[in-house]
């Protein structure tokens, strides 16, 4: 009932940019909240690692080191949706991109607090 879908992703030259997106749905009425947002990558043969972080209102974030400096993670609590603008981009940030957040969803008896991913977004740093 709740899906994340990324975009954005594609292949780009050392030194460029991206922008991926994250749109949070849901069916009416289920998604209470969305909590913290997270964008993860794994790159083959890697384990997946946490780029980027941010809170609920979007007043905390947190960046892995190599993030540090070169990636913005951002989000509209209006539109559901996470961003991350991936500058200077390195060969090494070649990974599948994954968007992560914490949701409450409702229905008529409780609400519940879960994990949910998205689908991946392919990201290529390559000359």
């Known amino acids: 009932q709740v899906e994340l879908v990324e975009s954005g992703g594609g292949l780009v030259q050392p030194g460029g940019s991206l922008r991926l997106s994250c749109v949070v749905s849901?069916?009416?009425?289920?998604?209470?909240?969305?909590?913290?947002m997270n964008w993860y990558r794994q790159a083959p043969g890697k384990e997946r690692e946490l780029v980027a972080y941010?809170?609920?209102?979007?007043?905390?974030?947190n960046y892995a080191d190599s993030a540090k400096g070169r990636f913005t993670i951002s989000r509209d609590n209006v539109k559901n949706t996470v961003y991350l603008q991936m500058n200077s981009l390195k060969p090494e940030d070649t990974a599948i991109y994954y968007c992560?957040?914490?949701?409450?969803?409702?229905?008529?008896?409780?609400?519940?607090?879960?994990?949910?991913w998205g689908q991946g977004t392919q990201v290529t740093v390559t000359s």
């Open positions: 849901g069916s009416t009425g289920s998604i209470f909240s969305v909590n913290g």
């Open positions: 992560h957040a914490q949701i409450t969803t409702c229905n008529t008896d409780d609400c519940s607090l879960g994990d949910y």
């Open positions: 941010v809170s609920r209102g979007g007043t905390t974030k």
